[in-house]
């Protein structure tokens, strides 16, 4: 790209080749500038759209800088600037849901990259977008015919809706996440059982004391907080050290999947909060049993 010095993290603006009308199908709205129109040709002005990413990484976010700016492809000091930037869309996944999010990304007129009369005229896909208000299903029959009508001998395949386009891609992934939210539900329901069955067992090894100290007057409430103390202890201690781990797990995650680096903190939090709610409540039980202990039932048994 000429006027920017490349590094050695400096990341490679992807590309796509798209035709007039392209943004409004697939309801990406504008930023500024202009959509490309059936005037930008291989014969006219090379012109180019560009997202919010491109801007902020060789224009510094300035978007009016941008539309008053001109690249071009290669290397070395000879590169010919000859591509303006037309216009300015939001930063989207442009590759596929998983893509690295922020990659500076530009698309340019697909007339202006392939001619009827070139060498690749013989195998040269492309993806079609339509849209619609109705039952996209509807149109499948009717999407076929005018194809046909253009040329018959045009293959058509992958001829689906947008909502399944995104199932499918997202398929493996929402399989993995159930796999991983009932894992998770599974580990939960285990440590809530081994709390509720460790204070339990507390409870029934302080027996004696716990009677002793209600014979000499301790009231009820004083053994219910003292059982909430221990509770407190275990879930501070088992939180933090959770919470270092999982966040050691989920930067190591995200060196792999850049993705999970944006998980919202609020999430984070939100977990935490539930465990320790659904530990407080494993204990409920061993906390109310411990305060209507019998003092001289207690102590008879001991």
Known sequence: ???????????????????????????????????????????????????????KHYFGGDVEKALRGQFGFGGGDHIKLDIRIVGVIPTIRATSLTSTPGVPFLYLPYDQSYSPDGPDRRNHPASFYVSTNTNPAQLVNAVRSLVHSIDRNLPITGLETMEERLNAAIFETRRVSTLSVAMGGLALALAAIGLYSLLAFVVTQRKHEIGVQMALGAHRQHISTLVAKQVSLLIIGGLSVGSVLGWAGLRMLASRDATLGHTPLWLLASTGFGLAGLMFLAAVWPALHAASIDPMQALRTE
């Not at 400096?10 to 005037?39: C, K, Y």
């Open 1 to 55: 790209m000429a006027g920017h010095a490349r590094g050695d993290d400096d990341p490679t603006p992807d590309q796509n080749w798209i035709t007039p009308g392209f943004f409004s199908t697939i309801r990406v709205p504008l930023l500024a500038g202009r959509e490309f129109t059936e005037q930008d040709t291989a014969k006219s002005e090379k012109v180019a759209i560009v997202d919010e990413a491109f801007v």
